[in-house]
Each structure stands twice: as structure tokens, then as C-alpha cells.
């Protein structure tokens, strides 16, 4: 949310400077909770990995190209 702001009047230049001031809330993270998220997507894309393979495998040897 913006909380201030001002114009500056310059004579010596067509450009206005200008200030503002915000007020921000800032989200933090659990990082115990961040790492056990991130090795649950690890084995699940393992299994996705081992799938995608396996299909590959038996398509080349459907093919006779293995």
C-alpha cells in the first residue's frame, strides 16, 4: 500500500522527479515444510522418470531397434 508521495518542481530540467514511500508484508517461508514438499516431488517425478523410460523401452523394442 502506498503511504506518501511527492513531486519535485526543477527548473533546470523538463524531467519531475518524484519520491513514494510503501508499506509492504512480507511472506516467509517454512523451509522444514519447503524441503519435505521438495523431496515429495522428487520420488514422484522418479516414478514419472521410471514410466517414461520403460515406455521408451518397449517402444524401440517393439520397433527392433534395441
Not at 502506498?2 to 518524484?18: A, F, L, W
Not at 524441503?35 to 523401452?57: A, N, P, Y
Request: with cysteine; aromatic share 10%.
Amino acid at each position: 500500500m502506498q503511504t506518501g508521495y511527492r513531486r519535485y518542481e526543477v527548473n533546470v530540467s523538463d524531467h519531475k522527479p518524484i519520491s513514494a514511500s510503501f508499506s509492504l508484508t512480507i511472506k516467509t517461508i517454512d523451509q522444514a515444510e519447503r524441503e519435505k514438499r521438495k523431496q515429495e516431488i522428487k520420488r514422484m517425478w522418479i516414478g514419472v522418470e521410471e514410466r517414461l523410460l520403460e515406455s521408451c523401452r518397449q517402444f524401440y523394442v517393439s520397433q527392433m531397434l534395441l
